[in-house]
């Protein structure tokens, strides 16, 4: 695949995402503005809860939906703080929820915590909004450890298996994204995939199209299915679109 068409499609499928400290009303706007672009709209916006109602405002006439986050970036293992969360992002009017899993607690072999905090999500977002789940496979590690993370998270109804927040030492990996694919496509593909965190340039998010592509097949690849979170990616995308190369 060209990398003018590459770009295209990875627009298509960009969660153009803006998660500093700092964040203000101003950058959302702006953030908004950017994610429609000449090329077509960005798949969603990914911003701070609170910034919700102001973003749903502003893409009302778009089909760029808005998500938000929850258990994030920490991955805590407070049920009651996720259930609070995850109530009040829908009610701000959230989109997709894109949710951390306690991954110390899975790392320490406390599965059972891990379900209960899968079965809240997935009630709560049934039908209302896609759940995607932050496996932080930076701190999983191993392929095998982030195949099981991933294949639970499925087997509990996940919407989307997402590598990373982007907060940690280790964001997104081909290793870790072929893991992740793997096991959804053994699972008859029920879930969708995105990678996130670290991703600047069209040559690294290429990476994870070429691989979801060839683990999953093209026709596969499509908002529904596949996604790239990222802040600064789209610039990149736009300028190499732009020169035609």
Not at 16 to 42: A, F, K, N, W
Request: proline share 3%; hydrophobic share 40%; charged share 25%.
């Amino acid at each position: 695949m060209d990398d003018v068409s590459a770009a295209k499609i990875i627009i298509q499928c960009l969660d153009l995402t803006s998660l500093g400290e700092h964040d203000t009303e101003d950058e959302v706007i702006e953030l908004c503005r950017r994610s429609q672009t000449e090329y077509g709209p960005t798949a969603a916006v990914c911003i701070w809860p609170k910034f919700v109602p102001l973003a749903k405002n502003l893409l009302i006439d778009s089909s760029t939906k808005v998500a938000t986050v929850v258990n994030f970036p920490d991955g805590g293992d407070d049920l009651v703080r996720l259930e609070m969360e995850i109530s009040s992002a829908l009610k701000y009017g959230a989109d997709e929820i894109d949710a951390v899993l306690p991954y110390r607690e899975f790392l320490k072999g406390n599965i059972t915590l891990c379900e209960e905090f899968l079965r809240t999500a997935v009630k709560l977002c049934h039908k209302r909004a896609p759940l995607k789940i932050i496996l932080e496979t930076g701190e999983l590690k191993s392929a095998a450890t982030i195949a099981l993370a991933t294949k639970l998270c499925i087997s509990h109804g996940a919407n989307f298996i997402k590598t990373s927040t982007g907060k940690s030492k280790v964001s997104a990996t081909p290793e870790a994204a072929n893991a992740i694919l793997e096991t959804i496509a053994s699972g008859r593909r029920n879930a969708g995939f995105k990678a996130s965190g670290g991703i600047k340039t069209l040559e690294e998010a290429k990476k994870y199209l070429v691989l979801a592509n060839a683990i999953m097949g093209y026709k596969w690849i499509s908002p529904k299915n596949f996604r790239i979170g990222a802040s600064s990616l789209l610039d990149n995308l736009l300028e190499v679109i732009s020169r035609g190369y």
